[in-house]
């Protein structure tokens, strides 16, 4: 989809692209309390269950971004969205392991800020 601002993982059979959009954001925001947050809440889950809970709801919402963003582009073609349950099911913990660096990856580049700058023909002088 848009490679510059995504992270390719499979779930089961089928590959899903991780991009951190602002609608993502948002929901991140209202989850954790804003992106900061994110990661001191997933290295402190009280326990494995509730880390792999996170997890999983993390994968979900990255991935059902280039689902609404198909769906957006083709109506006469929605695809439909992943949920949690389906995660869970076409995953092992060994995968989510894996989708550690996607996630990141996803997060870094929706994050990502390109600063150019604009020659304007002085030199250091000011001339």
Do not use: C
Not at 31 to 57: P, Q, T
Not at 74 to 98: C, F, G, I, R
């Amino acid at each position: 989809m848009v490679d510059e601002r995504s992270a390719i993982i499979t779930i089961g059979d089928e590959q899903f692209e991780l991009i951190l959009t602002t609608k993502a954001t948002k929901q991140i925001a209202k989850r954790y309390g804003g992106l900061e947050n994110l990661g001191e809440k997933l290295m402190k889950s009280e326990n494995f269950e509730m880390a792999l809970d996170e997890i999983i709801w993390l994968i979900t919402i990255l991935a059902n971004q280039s689902v609404l963003i198909h769906n957006l582009k083709n109506k006469d073609q929605p695809k439909e969205l992943l949920t949690v349950d389906y995660v869970e099911l076409l995953t092992s913990p060994l995968d989510l392991a894996t989708y550690k660096s996607a996630i990141t990856e996803a997060m870094f580049k929706g994050t990502n800020r390109n600063i150019e700058s604009v020659d304007t023909g002085k030199n250091k002088m000011g001339v």
